[in-house]
């Protein structure tokens, strides 16, 4: 107790103004004061700065390092992605060819119409849409039927439509039963054709004034 009472003595009538006169240990403790005071004051004034900008540099870092791996990945892959291209616009290439153009819808309508017809069906209503429907590069033309026959014969209408080398597909189908036990079907069928490139480019302009007109009707 009484080296703590004399260290403790030590700290008694210090003079602030002059440190230089202290005893050792009030000297010692200001030391690691001011020592303190530098370093959090250097934490707050500059390094605290550097420390953001140390964290910032690291989270860039790793960002990096995943796009490169990113884009490691995808150089290692392009020769898929490419082979994947290649089949993609074989494929859209085939599909396109299912789709007639615009000489070629009057003879899509006269096969729809005989494959009724070849199936012994009776058409009370064959009704090409008066207008095509646009699209971004292909024309769809509805066309209202209503046939009349009997099941069988209908059901193997509606199949021999799928196997028209050219697209055509059965929508909004109703069956009610006709006279004498005869089955009618009501149903849309829609034809397709592909714009040529005159009409593409129509079709592109319409489409970007009619963009453009909505943009300013906004303002």
Same mark, same amino acid.
């Given at each position: ?27 010692? $403790? @200001? *030391? &690691?004061?001011?020592?303190? =005071?530098? #370093?959090?004051? /250097?934490?707050?004034? !500059? ?59 009057? $003879? @899509? *309508? &006269?096969?729809?119409?005989? =494959?009724? #017809?070849?199936? /012994?069906?009776?058409? !009370? ?69 592909? #714009? ?24």
């Amino acid at each position: 107790m009484g080296g703590i009472k004399q260290l403790l003595e030590q700290f008694k009538n210090l003079n602030p103004k002059d440190p230089g006169v202290w005893p050792p240990l009030p000297k010692a $403790a @200001l *030391l &690691v004061l001011v020592l303190v =005071a530098i #370093l959090v004051a /250097g934490y707050f004034v !500059d390094w605290s700065g550097q420390l953001e900008a140390l964290e910032a540099g690291r989270s860039q870092e790793i960002k990096l390092k995943n796009d490169y791996k990113s884009k490691k990945q995808q150089a290692v892959n392009l020769d898929l992605y490419r082979q994947q291209l290649r089949e993609i616009d074989s494929s859209f290439g085939a599909l396109l060819k299912q789709l007639p153009n615009k000489s070629q819808m009057d $003879a @899509l *309508l &006269v096969d729809i119409n005989q =494959a009724g #017809l070849g199936r /012994g069906l009776q058409f !009370d209503l064959f009704k090409p849409a008066p207008q095509e429907l646009l699209r971004e590069f292909y024309a769809e033309l509805p066309i209202t039927l209503k046939i009349n026959g009997n099941y069988h014969d209908i059901g193997q209408f509606a199949s021999d439509i799928g196997q028209l080398s050219r697209i055509v597909t059965l929508n909004d189908i109703a069956l009610a039963t006709g006279k004498e036990g005869s089955i009618v079907m009501d149903a849309t069928a829609k034809t397709f054709r592909y #714009l040529d490139e005159e009409e593409v480019a129509a079709q592109r302009k319409a489409v970007a004034q009619k963009a453009a007109g909505a943009k300013a009707a906004k303002k």
